[in-house]
């Protein structure tokens, strides 16, 4: 089992950045792919950038030139910079990761994005 702890989220005016982390643990070794996931109220979760251990980085449309993902493998954490942060980029953010056999979840963590 993987366990996966998100921090980072909160309420910040349009325009304005916040920094997502999440910090795995447990049987991380055999994890090759971590990325972060959202949803908003009446939508499905939704793919926002995942990274492979490789350094293959992978972004929704929605996202991409504002968000960046970035991983430090030695710490079993993986980042969100989210900058220029819209009202529509309000949901809650899962951190996921994936050992080739299962994928894991975090709890999530609010992002409120103000107009």
């Known amino acids: 089992q993987v366990q996966l702890v998100e921090s980072g989220g909160g309420l910040v005016q349009a325009g304005g950045s916040l920094r997502l982390s999440c910090a795995a643990s447990?049987?991380?070794?055999?994890?090759?792919?971590m990325g972060w996931y959202r949803q908003a109220p009446g939508k499905q979760r939704e793919l926002v950038a995942t990274?492979?251990?490789?350094?293959?980085?992978a972004y929704a449309n929605s996202v991409k030139g504002r968000f960046t993902i970035s991983r430090d493998n030695a710490k079993n954490t993986v980042y969100l910079q989210m900058n220029s942060l819209k009202p529509e980029d309000s949901a809650v953010y899962y951190c996921?990761?994936?050992?080739?056999?299962?994928?894991?979840w975090g709890q999530g963590t609010q992002v409120t994005v103000s107009s």
């Open positions: 447990g049987r991380t070794f055999g994890v090759n792919t």
């Open positions: 990274k492979h251990n490789g350094g293959t980085a």
């Open positions: 996921n990761a994936r050992d080739g056999l299962s994928p894991y």
